[in-house]
């Protein structure tokens, strides 16, 4: 009876009210948090500056979940909120534009981003209303707090993520920070090996200069923002973890270059 009841209230539940994602998590507060966001932040990627897409032609026929993008990263926040931005862009048919944001009327809920646990909790209050709008936490073993550490690996974290993926699509930073052509986490090949996604390496640029690190304040306006979406991978079983790293890297165009490699060997 209970069973029948669930079923009969999903139907008549329109609005999602009584839905929840993998993590026990309201879809309709998630959803009007994005609204919110979208409507905070659009003038930042519209107005004081210039957001430059490319590529989303290959979001077009994407599937509705098992879809994991991959890219560098600039920011702790501005990153992530372009790309929901895009996101919820191309649900409404539009192509490498966000110029009409009519699509934060309906946005992609099904949703999510990686972010370091300290980092979304330990930040104050706009971190953690961030969280609800679709942060898989995790605990980094690499880093916390500022600094290099050295910590057990957070084993639950391949299992959080492959839920997001059961359920929608889920954007991940490999390289784990901020810093330019820091190498890549073996843990995203690994999450690849296990679950199978649809990868899409993403490739943004700009934001460093227009944001500070947490994304959330301006340093330079008028800047040119782009983001390029390639063409999506499907990697086979017989890969290995160091061909996907690899490929990866140069997907995301975080090899560094042999200039700045000569560079290097001159402060040396």
Same mark, same amino acid.
């Given at each position: 009876m209970n069973l029948q009841l669930r079923k009969f209230f999903s139907m008549l539940d329109v609005f999602g009210f009584f839905e929840r994602d993998p993590f026990g998590n309201p879809m309709f507060v998630k959803r009007v948090i994005m609204m919110i966001l979208g409507w905070v932040t659009y003038a930042r990627l519209r107005i004081y500056n210039r957001t430059r897409i490319r590529g989303t032609e290959h979001l077009e026929t994407l599937p509705r979940n098992g879809v994991l993008f991959l890219s560098n990263h600039q920011t702790y926040f501005m990153d992530v909120i372009c790309l929901y931005h895009i996101f919820f862009s191309v649900k409404w048919g539009f192509r490498n534009s966000i110029n009409f944001p009519i699509y934060l009327l309906a946005p992609r809920s099904r949703v999510f981003y990686v972010a370091? !646990?300290? +980092?979304? /909790? =330990?930040?104050?209050?706009?971190?953690?209303?961030?969280?609800?709008?679709?942060? &898989?936490?995790?605990? *980094?073993?690499?880093?916390?707090?500022?600094?290099?550490?050295?910590?057990?690996?957070?084993?639950?974290?391949?299992?959080?993520?492959?839920?997001?993926?059961?359920?929608?699509?889920?954007?991940?930073?490999?390289?784990?920070?901020?810093?330019?052509?820091?190498?890549?986490?073996?843990?995203?090949?690994?999450?690849?090996?296990?679950?199978?996604?649809?990868?899409?390496?993403?490739?943004?640029?700009?934001?460093?200069?227009?944001?500070?690190?947490?994304?959330?304040?301006?340093?330079?306006?008028?800047?040119?923002? !782009?983001? +390029?979406? /390639? =063409?999506?991978?499907?990697?086979?079983?017989?890969?290995?973890?160091?061909?996907? &790293?690899?490929?990866? *890297?140069?997907?995301?165009?975080?090899?560094?270059?042999?200039?700045?490699?000569?560079?290097?060997?001159?402060?040396?």
């Open positions: 370091a !646990s300290e +980092t979304m /909790k =330990e930040g104050g209050l706009i971190p953690k209303v961030l969280a609800q709008a679709g942060a &898989i936490l995790i605990n *980094r073993s690499w880093r916390a707090k500022g600094q290099n550490v050295k910590r057990e690996v957070d084993t639950a974290a391949n299992d959080k993520v492959g839920k997001g993926l059961s359920y929608g699509w889920v954007v991940s930073f490999p390289q784990g920070t901020t810093t330019p052509y820091a190498p890549l986490r073996k843990g995203t090949a690994h999450l690849i090996k296990a679950h199978n996604p649809v990868v899409v390496p993403v490739v943004i640029n700009g934001f460093r200069r227009a944001f500070d690190k947490k994304g959330l304040l301006f340093k330079k306006r008028n800047t040119t923002l !782009s983001v +390029t979406f /390639k =063409e999506p991978i499907r990697f086979k079983p017989e890969d290995s973890v160091e061909d996907i &790293i690899e490929r990866l *890297r140069n997907e995301i165009e975080q090899k560094i270059p042999v200039e700045k490699l000569i560079w290097r060997k001159e402060e040396e």
